[in-house]
Antibody, heavy 118, light 110 residues
Framework: EALLVESGGGVIQPGGSLRLSCAAS????????MHWVRQAPGKGLEWICL????????YYADSVRGRFTISRDNSKDSLFLEMKSLRNEDTALYYC???????????WGHGTGVSVSA | QSALTQPASVSGSPGQSISISCTGT?????????VSWYQQHPGKAPKLIIY???ARSSGVSNRFSGSKSGNTASLTISGLQAEDEADYYC??????????FGSGTKVTVL
C-alpha cells in the first residue's frame, strides 16, 4: 500500500523558518513527481509546489515563490519543504501528495500542521 | 492564480443525482484535460475520485462521473448515499507546471 507520512510541523514566529519532511513507502518513489498542498484552517486546498521525479525541476505558486524550497532524496524515499520568512497566512495543514499523472494527486499524507503566530 | 469557482453547497436526497460545477478560464479548465476531483471528509486527507476530466481513480464507485464543456468541468454523483456527504474540490493544470484548486463544495445528503 502506498503511504506518505509528513512530519516537522509546529508553532513558529513570523519571519521564522521550518523544514517539513515526507516519508514515502509502498511505491517506487523516484518514478513520480511529488507535490506539497496546504489547507488553512476551515479553508480550501491550495497547491504550493511541485518537484520532478529526478529532482532537477521545481515549480512554485506565487504565494510561496522565493520563500519555500521543495527538494527530495530519492535514496531515502523522502520529500522536503524548506520554509523561510514565514507569515501568518502560511498557517495551514501541509500535505505531501504523489502525482499519478499531470496533477492528479492519488496518494496523500495525513498532513502536518504549521502555525505561524507571535 | 485565482481559485476555480465552485458552488459553496449542493444538497440532495438519498438516491438522487447531483452535479457540482467547476468554472475556470480558457487558460486552465478550458485548455487542458488535466482536471481532477477530490472528496474530503472532515478531518481526513483528500481522496482522488476523478482525473483527466472523466477517468475514475482506482476503487472509486461508478456512481461518480466527470465531464467538461468549455471552461466548466462537472462532477456528477448518482444514487446519492449518506457516505457521499463531504467536501469536494476540483483542480486543473494551469500551464507552466502549475495547478489550481477550486473553492470547494460542501455536499449535504438530506
Amino acid at each position: 500500500e502506498a503511504l506518505l507520512v509528513e512530519s516537522g510541523g509546529g508553532v513558529i514566529q513570523p519571519g521564522g523558518s521550518l523544514r517539513l519532511s515526507c516519508a514515502a513507502s509502498g511505491f517506487t518513489f523516484h518514478a513520480y513527481d511529488m507535490h506539497w498542498v496546504r489547507q488553512a484552517p476551515g479553508k480550501g486546498l491550495e497547491w504550493i509546489c511541485l518537484i520532478s521525479r529526478d529532482g532537477d525541476k521545481s515549480y512554485y505558486a506565487d504565494s510561496v515563490r522565493g520563500r519555500f524550497t521543495i527538494s527530495r532524496d530519492n535514496s531515502k524515499d523522502s520529500l522536503f519543504l524548506e520554509m523561510k520568512s514565514l507569515r501568518n497566512e502560511d498557517t495551514a495543514l501541509y500535505y505531501c501528495a504523489k502525482d499519478l499523472v499531470a496533477g492528479a494527486f492519488d496518494v496523500w499524507g495525513h498532513g502536518t500542521g504549521v502555525s505561524v503566530s507571535a | 492564480q485565482s481559485a476555480l469557482t465552485q458552488p459553496a453547497s449542493v444538497s440532495g436526497s438519498p438516491g438522487q443525482s447531483i452535479s457540482i460545477s467547476c468554472t475556470g478560464t480558457s487558460s486552465d479548465v478550458g485548455a487542458y484535460i488535466s482536471v481532477s476531483w477530490y472528496q474530503q471528509h472532515p478531518g481526513k486527507a483528500p481522496k482522488l475520485i476523478i482525473y483527466d476530466v472523466s477517468a475514475r481513480s482506482s476503487g472509486v464507485s461508478n456512481r461518480f462521473s466527470g465531464s467538461k464543456s468549455g471552461n466548466t468541468a462537472s462532477l456528477t454523483i448518482s444514487g446519492l448515499q449518506a457516505e457521499d456527504e463531504a467536501d469536494y474540490y476540483c483542480s486543473s493544470y494551469t500551464g507552466r507546471s502549475s495547478f489550481v484548486f477550486g473553492s470547494g463544495t460542501k455536499v449535504t445528503v438530506l
